[in-house]
């Protein structure tokens, strides 16, 4: 799909609609923004097949202190403070980053701020509406899952499989575009770690997304292997160009 969509952005610098359906995992709160973000298992790694790899490194409070990105023999990577409403995201890689200050209203990101730009997100309840900012876009939700999001002329759709929970989101960040929330390189990452920061996320895990719009449009489809607890261990992405396999571990 995009080896890790972030992976490109940072090497070279990844509303509303009726029926809306709060749907959360049976074990694990982390599908409820605003509430817990350190129950359930946690991320430990996601691995590409060709070798490329991120990691998270958490505190003993369960938040994320640090996540790695590393492609052959760079290694990136970013810091992350927590203090009360705000998580200031500071970028350790071979480029100038400014540190990214995030408020959070009620557990959920409100606005990124990196000192040049200021992204802001909006919600309905606790599912996620809009970004706006430097990047626009708008998330349109149907049965518990976001089914459409918007970027101008451009557009993704989505299906997903009704017999698998989304447990914890994980590439789908990316497939879903979630990252604009947090203008910053491998601000992802910590999406990826704690996915509730943007509210309620997906019910059910993405079976494919769509994109139209442009001179380079898609689809790529996805298969799950999962541990004993529903946790996805291995996700395989096939397009008509390549197939793509993620290898993940948790905590």
């Known amino acids: 799909m995009k080896q890790f969509k972030f992976l490109a952005m940072a090497i070279f610098a990844m509303v509303m609609s009726i029926g809306f359906v709060a749907c959360s995992s049976s074990d694990d709160d982390d599908n409820n923004g605003g509430g817990s973000i350190t129950s359930g298992k946690k991320l430990m790694s996601i691995s590409e097949d060709d070798g490329a790899t991120a990691s998270f490194v958490y505190g003993e409070d369960g938040k994320l202190n640090k996540a790695l990105r590393k492609v052959g023999d760079k290694t990136d990577y970013i810091d992350v403070a927590w203090n009360g409403?705000?998580?200031?995201?500071?970028?350790?890689?071979?480029?100038?980053?400014?540190?990214?200050?995030?408020?959070?209203?009620?557990?959920?990101?409100?606005?990124?701020?990196?000192?040049?730009?200021?992204q802001s997100t909006s919600y309905s309840g606790n599912f996620l509406a809009k970004t706006t900012g430097y990047y626009d876009k708008e998330y349109?939700?149907?049965?518990?899952?976001?089914?459409?999001?918007?970027?101008?002329?451009?557009?993704?759709?989505?299906?997903?499989?009704?017999?698998?929970?989304?447990?914890?989101?994980?590439?789908?960040?990316?497939?879903?575009?979630?990252?604009?929330?947090?203008?910053?390189?491998?601000?992802?990452?910590?999406?990826?770690?704690?996915?509730?920061?943007?509210?309620?996320?997906?019910?059910?895990?993405?079976?494919?997304?769509?994109?139209?719009?442009?001179?380079?449009?898609?689809?790529?489809?996805?298969?799950?292997?999962?541990?004993?607890?529903?946790?996805?261990?291995?996700?395989?992405?096939?397009?008509?160009?390549?197939?793509t396999v993620y290898t993940l571990t948790w905590e």
């Not at 071979?94 to 990196?114: V, Y």
């Not at 380079?216 to 996805?232: I, K, Q, R, V």
């Open 85 to 118: 409403n705000s998580i200031t995201i500071t970028t350790h890689a071979s480029w100038k980053e400014n540190p990214c200050t995030i408020t959070l209203k009620d557990g959920k990101i409100s606005t990124a701020d990196d000192g040049e730009s200021i």
């Open 140 to 243: 349109i939700w149907e049965n518990g899952n976001i089914t459409k999001v918007t970027d101008g002329e451009m557009a993704y759709t989505y299906t997903y499989y009704t017999d698998k929970v989304n447990k914890h989101s994980s590439i789908d960040i990316e497939d879903l575009r979630l990252y604009d929330a947090i203008p910053v390189e491998y601000g992802n990452l910590l999406l990826m770690a704690h996915p509730n920061l943007l509210g309620t996320s997906n019910k059910n895990l993405i079976k494919s997304v769509t994109r139209t719009g442009t001179s380079n449009d898609y689809t790529y489809n996805y298969t799950y292997e999962l541990d004993s607890d529903g946790y996805p261990t291995k996700i395989t992405e096939k397009s008509d160009a390549r197939t």
